[in-house]
């Protein structure tokens, strides 16, 4: 027998001697790993999508005069029209106040938004999600929203130093309830991302949706947050049904696919809805030696 | 050696053949071919059928496509009962095995450690080590569900409190034990249902739902609890009308609507059991053929792994239809208030019912019992333990059909009726009315302590004079006086389900389950066939005034105020409403009085409510006739009365008739017109109401 | 510098390669596939480096690959180092290029069905088992094109690495 095969018994053996640490470990040591590599390999994310930044800043610097004057003017125009907006915001802002104030209901999800750039883009069949520009340094934390204007994008999943995972509404660890427009009851629906298929368009599902609903016709069916669950706003715009509500197969309540409300594998930019307070989701994913369940009871 | 020898080795026989042995060796062989190929012949063309059909048997499966039942509604469409979606939160006990199995080594530890003389059972411990486990992640769910650690608006708080003591907040032990026994393999489910259908009512339906929103948004998407979703029926009004409505239940039974052939191939081919749902009492029960649809099917070819894999062929399930019940849900829901505002001395709802009906079709506006019970907390699955509850409070019996009961001085109408009808006194006859009546050596005393003296039929009627009745009851006589009853029907069984109208597919007797069938017009046969004895005067004066033998149903004291509104003999109710429906009242006469006759009785049920006995009730504005009564009865073995009130609106050219019933207990002050009376009044004004609300649309 | 760090430095050289299959997965993103390869790169390095290297390489490329995916922890860098071994206990084939080529289409695809059927245990089983067999294929295909396209150029790159750390050859092993 020579060293070669030697060595070769030896790597085997030593194999299965990391399996079983690595399986015995504790989660302490995964997540460690796991945060290791992500922090190493953040930096290079950062460059990349801060070059691209750059690239779009001398891009822009090359433009002539003449158009950057048109821009300014088409700029000047909805700055306008943006300020009007503004004020009677105020108006509602200030009427909505004196109401909670006179209702004595303070409300319990004040948001801090946190604009970010997405660096980039991985989807599989199991999974879509972006990474964002903003991290825990800029006070993301898991389980925030994330929405671009009144449209849902996903859901931040994990968050790195300076970098954020987000889980898109068609990955499938992404699920919220929803409003079917055109349901005067109001009944909730579970939707949930769905397993897609390669080079298909990636869905989510909509289900529980009920036997006697009637969708409104004429129009696209809309599917809007509740706002009852404690995460998303109510009424934002999580995508429309696509191709028809139809019976299901297993259950008794009808399904329908859900086309997400933007393409979200274009997208560039991104607002992350930071709760003021933790959820109790944020909770519960937080490791267990950091915060214990008994302190928010 | 050259290759010569080598050939005449080989080419010389060891030992020559025989013919015979050759012989033998082919005979065999063509024994053994001739088997073979009968056997193949066998097999490919006679077996051939026989085998294909079992190869497909094992490589088929068949999945069920189970009806959604049908809607019932009440006659202005609202809907009473429908089918919503029940949210449950399950544990995947396979994926808790870890868990579980760290949980039961460290109890084993604190077990030993102890250094206790006691044999440790490692069965308990097991259970113990689950138990302690998933009572950890109900701990989460409930923490998300709470919102423990927010702010939360007043109905937030409201659903909170609600909550507080819910059952499900820790393992049902015993089911776990049931789990780990019949069905580990499954998903054991921690909660039923997240819209928690005992809040039904009690918060609004969005508050109800926003658990089922918390759970999906904020609790963990991967790890062993999930959360699964199916439909189950759903009654928004809670309790309201549950006597009528029914509930379902689980059977095993396979509905028996397909064609023998697929019946046959189900029973080989499934290998679950067949589950679905049944109606249980009330219209869910006898209409249940109408509401359950019927189930669809699909035959697929399967994988050997157990994977569909081709649809065969089809049959799509029959959503089952709507029922429009003639009940009117404001009238009903006045009604239930009414008659729960009715307490007892320890401050609970008194054993009551009340019925309403349209005095011209007979159909029921409204028909309530208390106690009563939800059918929502009976929806996913009757617990015992719930229901031996209702069993305890006497909730599952519709006291407005089922209850037997004397109905007292409402009963004066009939002896005022029979004495009018058999001549022996008229309408402006005038009787002096002391303060009792001796009849033979017992004296039958008024209410009032100095009688009523001068006293004509309307007089009667309005102060409900006790004298007048036992002086005409003797004067009519017994027999005639239980005919004058049975004139009327209140001896015959109501809500017979009318073949016309329902059609053949309609199996059930009865529009709702078991009304009473045994009511009792008492005359000398009655009372000797029950060995009582004979007859005396006694038992006539107390027949006249509603006492005695007599029992009748609140439904039918109001069938009979619809058909003495109307100056007929019978009213056939029903719970169906049916917007073009004939007015047809079965075996009905004319009442047999003359118009003056007649007269009096309607003007002495006005006179009733404006002076008289049930003057407490009055509708300002309005004139609408009753008459009260108050019998007594024995209620553990000592006396207690039943109030009650009968009646119909409004006093000239009535639609609506009504009846209520409530049972007084032992230390309770119950009269007919102080404690029925209101319910009357409050089912009356609903009725203008709504009347008021339609004319203005 | 020691040839004891040669396994790092070789991580650093490979990243951008590592990185830039990210970017064109990011690009593509809408078609859903991944273009993978991470097992590619283990073969450069399983044929000239020390076993314990080697593995040490296998292990860190996988966690890296991890990093931001949601798969059971570990099973990437695990089977990773498998191959790692298996290669490197069977690195006489991967003396010419031919050897080497075949290997790279195996291990990028057999490494990409291994993740693939991996997050799919994450993800809610997925209910049609035949389209997830055949997403699967169509993924693990890909990744053996990849394998087979990025092989050439991305084992000159980490030769000239291991060149420069003076790693010595893969003819002199054995």
Redesign the interface.
């Known amino acids: 027998m020579n060293n070669h095969q030697k060595g070769a018994k030896a790597s085997y053996i030593a194999l299965a001697v990391f399996i079983l640490i690595w399986i015995s470990g504790t989660s302490a040591l995964h997540r460690f790993t796991k945060e290791t590599f992500a922090e190493f390999q953040a930096p290079a994310l950062q460059i990349v999508s801060k070059g691209g930044d750059l690239a779009r800043y001398w891009e822009l610097k090359s433009r002539s005069n003449e158009e950057l004057i048109a821009a300014s003017r088409d700029l000047a125009r909805i700055n306008a029209a943006l300020e009007l907006r503004i004020h009677s915001m105020d108006d509602i802002r200030r009427e909505n106040t004196r109401l909670r104030e006179n209702a004595r209901y303070t409300a319990n999800s004040e948001f801090l938004t946190v604009v970010a750039r997405v660096i980039s883009r991985d989807s599989s069949s199991w999974w879509q999600k972006i990474i964002i520009r903003k991290g825990r340094t800029d006070g993301i934390r898991p389980g925030s929203p994330v929405v671009f204007s009144n449209r849902v994008i996903g859901r931040v999943s994990a968050v790195h130093l300076n970098i954020s995972e987000v889980d898109l509404v068609t990955s499938p660890t992404f699920r919220c309830t929803a409003f079917l427009i055109g349901d005067e009851k109001r009944r909730i629906v579970y939707v949930r991302g769905d397993a897609a298929n390669s080079l298909s368009p990636n869905k989510a599902k909509v289900t529980a949706i009920p036997i006697d609903y009637n969708p409104p016709t004429g129009q696209p069916i809309k599917v809007l947050t509740t706002g009852l669950g404690g995460v998303f706003p109510s009424g934002l715009i999580l995508g429309e049904v696509d191709g028809g509500i139809r019976m299901s197969t297993d259950d008794n309540y009808k399904v329908a696919d859900l086309n997400p409300a933007k393409d979200l594998n274009m997208i560039e930019e991104v607002s992350v809805l930071v709760p003021q307070y933790p959820t109790a989701h944020e909770i519960l994913l937080a490791p267990s030696e950091k915060i214990k369940l008994e302190e928010f009871k | 050696m050259s290759s010569d020898d080598t050939l005449e080795k080989i080419s010389v026989p060891s030992a020559p053949i025989t013919p015979w042995r050759m012989y033998l060796i082919f005979t065999l062989f063509a024994v053994g071919f001739i088997y073979i190929f009968c056997g193949l012949f066998y097999r490919q063309l006679i077996q051939s059928q026989d085998l294909i059909d079992q190869a497909n048997l094992q490589s088929e499966t068949i999945v069920w496509r189970p009806p959604t039942r049908g809607k019932i509604v009440d006659r202005n469409n609202v809907t009473l009962v429908e089918n919503r979606v029940r949210w449950s939160v399950k544990a995947n006990l396979l994926g808790l095995e870890g868990e579980i199995d760290r949980e039961y080594r460290a109890l084993v530890k604190a077990e030993k450690a102890k250094e206790s003389t006691i044999k440790i059972n490692y069965e308990i411990l097991h259970q113990e080590a689950r138990v302690n486990v998933l009572n950890r992640w109900l701990k989460k769910i409930w923490f998300v569900i709470d919102a423990s650690n927010q702010k939360k608006s007043p109905s937030e708080k409201k659903r909170v409190k609600f909550l507080a003591d819910s059952p499900e907040r820790q393992v049902n032990v015993t089911a776990l034990a049931k789990h780990m026994r019949d069905s580990r393999i499954f998903k054991f489910t921690l909660i039923s249902d997240l819209t928690f259908p005992e809040l039904r009512n009690q918060i609004s339906d969005e508050e109800a739902d926003r658990s089922v929103a918390r759970f999906i948004e904020q609790f963990p998407v991967d790890g062993p609890i999930t959360i699964e979703s199916d439909m189950i029926r759903s009654y928004p009004y809670g309790s309201m009308a549950c006597h009528t409505l029914g509930y379902v239940k689980d059977t095993n039974q396979l509905p028996n609507d397909f064609d023998p052939n697929f019946e046959i191939s189900f029973k080989k081919l499934s290998k679950s059991k067949y589950t679905g749902k049944i109606g249980a009492e009330g219209l869910e029960q006898t209409h249940d053929y109408t509401l359950k649809g019927s189930s669809g099917w699909e035959r697929w070819t399967k994988t050997s792994a157990g994977y569909k894999r081709e649809l065969l062929e089809s049959y799509p399930q029959r959503e089952g239809s709507q029922v429009r019940l003639s009940l009117d849900v404001n009238i009903q829901l006045a009604a239930e208030k009414a008659l729960t505002a009715i307490k007892d001395n320890a401050g609970n709802p008194l054993p009551s019912a009340a019925v309403m009906l349209d005095v011209n079709t007979g159909e029921i506006l409204a028909i309530a019992s208390l106690p009563n019970y939800n059918p929502n907390r009976l929806a996913s699955k009757v617990t015992i333990k719930y229901f031996d509850e209702i069993q305890e409070q006497g909730g599952w019996m519709n006291r407005a059909t089922q209850g037997l009961y004397a109905p007292g001085s409402t009963y004066k109408l009939i002896t005022a009726i029979a004495g009018m009808r058999s001549g022996k006194i008229d309408y402006d006859d005038i009787l002096d009315c002391g303060r009792s009546l001796w009849i033979g050596n017992h004296e039958f005393v008024e209410h009032e302590p100095y009688g009523f003296g001068q006293v004509d039929v309307e007089k009667m009627l309005a102060i409900s004079c006790n004298v007048w009745n036992y002086r005409v009851g003797l004067m009519v006589g017994p027999d005639l006086l239980a005919q004058e009853a049975r004139r009327f029907g209140l001896d015959k069984t109501l809500l017979k389900t009318n073949p016309n109208i329902m059609g053949a597919e309609n199996t059930s007797q009865y529009e709702i389950p078991s009304p009473a069938r045994k009511m009792v017009i008492p005359d000398a046969n009655f009372k000797r066939s029950v060995g009582q004895g004979n007859w005396t005067s006694g038992d006539t004066a107390n027949t006249s005034i509603g006492q005695g033998f007599i029992l009748t149903t609140p439904l039918h004291m109001a069938c009979f105020a619809a058909s003495v509104a109307r100056g007929e003999t019978r009213t056939t109710p029903t719970i169906f409403h049916d917007p073009l429906r004939i007015p047809y009242h079965e075996d009905s006469r004319p009442i047999g009085l003359n118009r003056n006759q007649l007269n009096a009785i309607r003007e002495g049920m006005v006179r009733c409510v404006t002076e008289g006995t049930a003057r407490s009730i009055q509708i300002p504005g309005f004139q609408f006739a009753a008459k009260t009564g108050t019998s007594e009865y024995f209620k553990n073995g000592q006396k207690a009365h039943l109030a009650w009130i009968i009646g119909y609106a409004p006093a000239k050219n009535p639609k609506v008739a009504f009846a209520v019933l409530v049972e007084g207990q032992n230390d309770t002050n119950t009269w007919g017109g102080v404690t029925a009376g209101p319910v009357g009044q409050a089912m009356v004004k609903e009725w203008l109401n709504s009347k008021n609300k339609q004319s203005e649309e | 510098m020691s040839v004891l760090w040669a396994w790092f430095f070789l991580i650093l050289a490979t990243?951008p390669w590592l990185?830039a299959a990210?970017?064109v997965?990011?690009?593509l993103?809408?078609?859903?596939?991944?273009y993978f390869i991470t097992g590619a790169a283990l073969i450069a390095p399983c044929r000239r480096l020390k076993?314990w290297q080697a593995?040490l390489f296998a292990g860190?490329v996988g966690?890296?690959f991890?990093?931001?995916?949601?798969i059971p922890?570990?099973t990437v860098a695990?089977s990773l180092?498998?191959l790692a071994?298996l290669l490197?206990?069977y690195r006489s084939y991967l003396r010419t290029s031919l050897g080497m080529i075949q290997a790279a289409v195996v291990v990028n695809a057999a490494a990409a069905i291994i993740w693939?059927t991996a997050?799919?245990y994450?993800?809610?089983a997925?209910t049609d088992?035949?389209?997830?067999i055949y997403?699967a294929a169509?993924?693990g295909t890909l990744s053996g094109l990849v394998g087979l396209i990025i092989i050439m150029p991305l084992a000159t790159t980490q030769n000239w690495i291991m060149d420069l750390m003076g790693v010595p050859s893969a003819q002199d092993l054995?």
């Not at chain 3, 991890?66 to 949601?70: D, F, G, K």
């Not at chain 3, 088992?129 to 997830?132: G, L, R, V």
């Open positions: 990243y990185f990210d970017l997965s990011s690009t993103a809408s078609s859903g596939l991944n076993r593995v860190c966690f890296m991890e990093a931001y995916r949601p922890n570990g695990i180092v498998t071994i490197g206990n693939f997050s799919a994450l993800c809610e997925p088992i035949y389209n997830a997403q169509l993924q054995l």
